[in-house]
């Protein structure tokens, strides 16, 4: 490369020449005459795109033709490679069935895309997407077999990066639901034994609300700019509608939202679900819970998420209670310490709750 | 935990009348530590992320008790440095030990893996403040 960046431009020129000079004498060989010789050399020359012609006709069916990218991709010079089977490109590492797939599409005069290993000269690899086909006479004999490759190896190592990924995701899924349900079962043991039942079910309700909201996320990459929080809630809130999805509207979109939002919302929507249970929507058949959520902007100049819960359709919920549960005290103090608020407001046809907090906490 | 806190007493005395900054992005995490805290009579000055942590550090601080990770590819470091210039002693508190390694063994303090319990944080503060 940097012997290529002292080239000095006459250099380069001469080198240009060169290459036509070389596509010409190739092309007169193959008997490619007039205005379309001339388009053939030239195009061969510039394109970036590595190209070789074949012979089917003759003896094993030798490459007659390579440009200049066909070289600079093989690390072969011209005199190496003419007169050869395209197969001297291929290794110990080249996948067989591939090799199989092109012959039968030879043989058959199909044109075929196949992704192989090939070895360059000095023994290094690369993921060659051969694309192969035949070019006829007029006699609709073939005349040649076309041949044009692209280096995707970097296209090879983005794909297994991604099924890596892929693999460590469903792992981490797994282990993480396998630690809930461990949890819980502990927390369930607990209490039994310790006579405290209703309290390890009331501790397994949240620690579920968790998994569910983790389990949710698991497949959001945080870093990668807003994202929709639909899944999460209707994974949270579905478990406990009387009518499932039916009895949930939510509206908003697209939010940029922090992993370590996710277990505020998970329990803040818990605590007003099992409300909304007890005393609310949930408790009525008809019941029903719209949920709107928006990015608005905080005094500070950051996002704030904005969450509206108004139920419908269940009993009058009164003027209040007079004390707050042990829920509403949890999402009380978990929003107040995350710089956030909430507001009830007790009306006559449901609760309405008014929640905002930084998306970024 | 909290039969537990009570049966161990540890680090109540000696935190008791102490300004302690916390600074952790979990806030269910931090609502339990400084809760702790400050039954053990201490004073919490909080922290959610390193913004919020830098702005706290240059408050009168007895100890400090530090996650290491703290979102956006952010960690505590920047507050390390500012205790360290005012020689204010400090706990690393992290659920990231693996992946951090290096990092938190360059900083060299004292390091607890979460989960931990409430009884040991409250240790680690007090011999932190002994030592520092």
Redesign the interface.
């Known amino acids: 490369m940097s012997d290529q960046a002292h080239r000095t431009a006459s250099d380069r020129e001469t080198e240009r020449g060169n290459d036509f000079d070389r596509a010409r004498d190739q092309a007169q060989r193959m008997q490619i005459h007039s205005e379309s010789g001339v388009l053939f050399e030239q195009a061969m020359a510039q394109t970036r795109m590595a190209i070789c012609l074949a012979d089917p006709n003759q003896e094993d069916q030798p490459i007659v033709f390579v440009n200049r990218a066909f070289r600079e991709l093989t690390g072969y010079e011209e005199d190496e490679i003419v007169g050869r089977n395209c197969r001297f490109l291929q290794g110990p590492g080249t996948d067989p069935a591939q090799v199989r797939k092109l012959r039968e599409a030879i043989a058959s005069e199909d044109v075929v895309v196949v992704e192989l290993l090939n070895y360059r000269k000095d023994g290094s690899t690369f993921w060659n997407a051969l694309h192969l086909g035949p070019i006829y006479n007029e006699d609709g004999s073939v005349r040649y077999l076309f041949g044009s490759q692209w280096d995707v190896t970097d296209v090879h190592a983005a794909r297994a990066d991604e099924k890596h990924a892929r693999m460590m995701e469903r792992e981490i899924s797994h282990r993480m639901k396998n630690m809930f349900a461990v949890i819980s079962s502990i927390v369930t043991m607990t209490g039994k034994l310790d006579g405290a039942e209703g309290l390890a079910e009331k501790i397994n309700a949240r620690i579920r609300s968790l998994g569910r909201a983790h389990e949710a996320m698991l497949e959001v990459s945080f870093t990668e700019g807003p994202t929709d929080p639909r899944k999460l809630f209707e994974d949270l809130l579905t478990p406990y509608a009387p009518q499932g999805r039916d009895s949930l509207t939510l509206t908003g979109g697209k939010v940029p939202l ?3 939002v996710v ?2 919302l998970a ?1 803040t929507l818990h605590e007003l679900a099992i409300n909304a249970v007890k005393h609310g929507a949930f408790a009525a058949q008809e019941g029903h819970v719209s949920l709107e959520w928006q990015v608005i902007d905080g005094s500070d100049g950051d996002g704030r998420l904005r969450l509206l819960w108004t139920e419908t359709g269940g009993a009058d919920p009164g003027p209040g209670p007079e004390r707050h549960g042990v829920g509403m005290t949890i999402i009380g ?2 929003l107040a ?3 956030g608020e909430i507001r009830y407001d007790w009306r006559a046809e449901g609760l309405h709750v008014d929640i905002q907090f930084p998306t ?2 | 935990m909290n039969m537990m806190d009570r049966s161990t007493d540890a680090g109540r005395a000696s935190l008791s009348g102490k300004t302690i900054l916390v600074v952790e ?4 995490i ?2 339990d530590i ?1 809760e702790s805290l400050e039954e053990a009579g201490a004073r919490v000055v ?1 922290g ?2 390193l913004r919020q942590g830098l702005d706290r550090v240059e408050q009168p601080i007895d100890v400090a008790l530090l996650d290491v990770s703290l ?2 590819s952010e960690t505590c470091l920047p507050i390390v440095e500012r205790l360290r210039a005012r020689g204010v002693p400090f706990v690393l508190h992290s659920g990231d030990v693996q992946r951090l390694g290096e990092t938190i063994t360059n900083i060299g303090a004292p390091v607890l893996e979460k989960p931990c319990d409430l009884a040991v944080i409250r240790r680690a503060l007090v011999a932190a403040l002994a030592t520092g």
Do not use: F, K
Request: net charge negative; aromatic share 4%; charged share 25%.
């Open positions: 922090d992993s370590n277990s505020v329990l103090r978990m310490m995350g710089e970024s906490i | 992005d979990e806030v269910l931090a609502m400084n909080y959610r992320n979102g956006h």
